[in-house]
């Protein structure tokens, strides 16, 4: 059902969304990126974020990869507004 709107399109674009994470008492950040955002032809999108999304919690940065297919869960969790761009 989400590919569905997305199969055969063309990506009209692709952004990439960069946070950083330090070691407390440090100065250095390592940056890596955040979320990704595709756009494709007929203007749907399709978000892809290293973020872990439980029933009791969010942990931006985590080792999980969440993908997301529409702007209400997008907004919601932050996907692609909290980054260094």
């Known amino acids: 059902m989400f590919w569905e709107k997305r199969?055969?399109?063309?990506?009209?674009?692709?952004?990439?969304?960069w946070s950083y994470w330090t070691i407390a008492g440090h100065t250095d950040r390592t940056y890596?990126?955040?979320?990704i955002c595709i756009e494709f032809?007929?203007?749907t999108k399709v978000w892809i974020s290293a973020i872990?999304?439980?029933?009791?919690?969010?942990n931006a940065?985590?080792?999980?990869?969440t993908v997301t297919?529409?702007?209400t869960t997008r907004s919601?969790?932050?996907i692609d507004d909290r980054s260094l761009n």
């Open 61 to 65: 940065g985590s080792d999980h990869i």
């Open 76 to 78: 919601k969790y932050h």
């Open 69 to 71: 297919f529409d702007e």
């Open 32 to 35: 890596y990126p955040q979320d």
């Open 7 to 17: 199969v055969l399109q063309k990506i009209k674009s692709i952004k990439s969304f």
């Open 41 to 43: 032809e007929n203007n």
């Open 52 to 58: 872990e999304i439980t029933e009791t919690y969010t």
